[in-house]
């Protein structure tokens, strides 16, 4: 507020921070010409709480503008929140992990001896479908050689996932890793993988996804939420259903049989083009300088 902004911009992913962002965002603005404008990763949150609603709901009304960042997001948004001012602008590549270093390199300072590696990133909670990559990875032949690197903190019974790996013979294939990754060490381990797997049950758009691009990875991943509209299928990856093992397998077997690595990482590195930061910047400026505030922001 004693800075007068012109602007105040939040990410917006979870009710629970309702509260928080709502009086933060009344308080700076009592008294003050400064708009607020959220970036969704989520309206509608994809693990539901009691108050998940409310919460949402006393936020927005402090709001004046919302970027969402996928077709599934800007439906949420209209349902939930309709006369909302806003704008879609695609998640832009995350470019802060480093550049890409040498593949094989990579692989020897992580202990990956495997000719053929995936990568599942990010945090493992039971929407981001990682028991359904492990029944794939056994559904596929022994003889592919094949390594999954399992990479991120567990919101999950952590346990329950090594327990499936135990029942399935499939300790010397996947490897695990649950702590913190410093920022620093991202870039490792997508570099030491083929492609990046994301076989969610729900979603509305992956940061994930925008990871593996910026080191030109290719990415299998789920038919759900925006996934689609990011991920093309047979050019830069390809879209399965969700919750079905055997077709995931069935894609990663053919992924490798065909050797796609290099043309789908070259169509990679063309798509990601329109994943720039100054796409969402210009979208942003465009909304607030054009467009009146949303009917609900009257919240001081």
């Not at 509608?44 to 960042?69: G, L, N, S, W």
């Not at 925006?226 to 055997?246: K, N």
């Not at 607030?288 to 922001?297: H, I, L, W």
Request: aromatic share 12%; net charge neutral.
């Amino acid at each position: 507020r004693q800075w007068n902004a012109d602007l105040i911009i939040t990410r917006y992913w979870l009710p629970f921070f309702g509260p928080c962002f709502g009086v933060i965002t009344r308080v700076a603005k009592r008294r003050a010409a400064t708009k607020a404008l959220f970036i969704c990763d989520n309206v509608i949150p994809h693990e539901h709480r009691p108050f998940d609603a409310a919460f949402t709901r006393y936020a927005f009304k402090a709001v004046d503008y919302f970027i969402v960042q996928s077709k599934t997001v800007e439906r949420q948004l209209n349902e939930f929140w309709p006369g909302a001012a806003y704008r879609l602008a695609p998640h832009p590549v995350y470019n802060i992990f480093g550049s890409p270093v040498d593949k094989q390199v990579a692989r020897r300072s992580l202990g990956i001896r495997a000719s053929r590696v995936l990568l599942f990133f990010g945090y493992v909670r039971a929407y981001k479908g990682l028991q359904v990559l492990i029944r794939a990875i056994a559904a596929l032949p022994r003889e592919m050689d094949l390594h999954l690197m399992v990479v991120g903190e567990f919101y999950d019974d952590e346990q329950k996932y090594r327990a499936l790996i135990r029942e399935l013979g499939l300790e010397d294939q996947i490897t695990i890793k649950s702590d913190y990754v410093p920022n620093d060490m991202v870039g490792r381990y997508f570099s030491a993988s083929d492609v990046v797997v994301l076989p969610y049950v729900s979603a509305t758009q992956s940061g994930i996804a925008q990871i593996a691009y910026n080191f030109d990875k290719p990415v299998i991943a789920t038919d759900v939420g925006g996934l689609s509209e990011v991920i093309i299928d047979g050019q830069t990856g390809y879209i399965v259903p969700p919750e079905d093992a055997s077709r995931l397998a069935a894609a990663i077997k053919k992924y490798f049989d065909e050797g796609h690595e290099a043309d789908f990482a070259a169509r990679v590195r063309q798509e990601k083009g329109k994943y720039s930061w100054d796409n969402m910047v210009a979208s942003i400026e465009d909304l607030v300088q054009t467009s009146p505030p949303s009917q609900g922001a009257t919240e001081r």
